[in-house]
């Protein structure tokens, strides 16, 4: 079965050219190319690159930085309208640190009857202890805010039904995996290590690495408000219970001079302010449940040009 790659590339000529060299070597010449150029200015990708290489593929031009995961949804998007079923799709970072040879243990886990999407669940990683550190914590309050566990990033293999479920979702503009959690397709994870950079460096800081986690937080924005409701509900009624504790002890006098307008006071001001955020989170529920649908064809409004490639 033929293999699309399909991936993000962003002022990265280097490292995606030497990226294309070694999926030539660990995946064969048959690997077929998709490389979103997401709107580079000084190193553009141009589909000499990949012909160089010894594949076959495309470069789609991108009229704009539309950013990393939309950058993906645009190229699953793409082999959703222009392949068949007889492909499978692999999407994975254009800089080396998702390796070749690792596609293959995707892929045969993908082989599986009982998958549709096997994602990469990292063994090790070659990062910072800054980085590390962010990454427990941002785990931690994902499944607290919305109950579910992710633990991969976006390099993963699909099945080619599953890559048009997704092409299918304004989910996946927002955040990729978080996407594949909530598509209710079968997923599998493989244990795989990360590799380092080929060139260059990382363009996302950590401003950026934030704002990616709350892109995942976004994607199950209905099963964080219920969460957060809960919690003020909660904190409300304990609030209404200590005011009728301290009414009690002013009434039994147990209360010192001022204690009790006090405690009230704050107790009340407690409960006003959980109660207007429940009710805020109640209207954005209602908002986000009648959002708006995906239009087919979305994606062609951000291309610019598609650029092919062949072997010569």
Not at 142 to 156: A, D, E, V, Y
């Amino acid at each position: 079965m033929r293999k699309i790659v399909v991936m993000p590339v962003y002022e990265d000529l280097e490292a995606s050219s030497k990226l294309f060299v070694e999926l030539a070597r660990a995946q064969g010449a048959e690997t077929y190319i998709v490389a979103v150029d997401d709107g580079s200015v000084r190193q553009p990708l141009d589909a000499s690159a990949i012909e160089a290489a010894g594949l076959e593929g495309v470069v789609i031009k991108l009229r704009r930085n539309v950013g990393h995961q939309r950058a993906i949804a645009i190229g699953l998007s793409y082999v959703a309208e222009h392949f068949g079923d007889d492909v499978v799709v692999v999407a994975m970072d254009s800089d080396g640190e998702d390796t070749p040879h690792s596609i293959t243990e995707l892929l045969d886990r993908l082989a599986l009857p009982d998958a549709d999407v096997v994602v990469a669940a990292r063994r090790t990683r070659v990062e910072s202890l800054k980085f590390k550190a962010f990454y427990v914590v941002y785990k931690f309050l994902f499944s607290l805010l919305s109950g579910r566990k992710i633990s991969f990033g976006n390099f993963m293999a699909a099945k080619m039904p599953a890559v048009r479920r997704l092409a299918a979702m304004q989910e996946l503009w927002t955040h990729v995996a978080a996407a594949v959690l909530g598509s209710k397709l079968r997923v599998q994870a493989c244990a795989l290590d990360r590799g380092p950079r080929y060139a260059g460096r990382s363009k996302m800081n950590f401003v950026g690495l934030a704002l990616h986690g709350f892109r995942a937080l976004m994607v199950f924005a209905e099963d964080v408000l219920v969460r957060v409701g809960i919690a003020c509900i909660i904190v409300a009624g304990m609030a209404v219970a200590g005011g009728v504790l301290a009414m009690l002890l002013k009434a039994f006098g147990f209360a010192t001079p001022g204690w009790f307008s006090l405690a009230f006071g704050i107790l009340v001001l407690v409960f006003l302010q959980t109660a207007a955020l429940t009710l805020i989170i109640l209207m954005l529920s209602g908002m986000i449940r009648s959002g708006g649908v995906l239009v087919a064809g979305t994606y062609r409004d951000f291309i610019d040009e598609v650029l092919h490639a062949r072997r010569g």
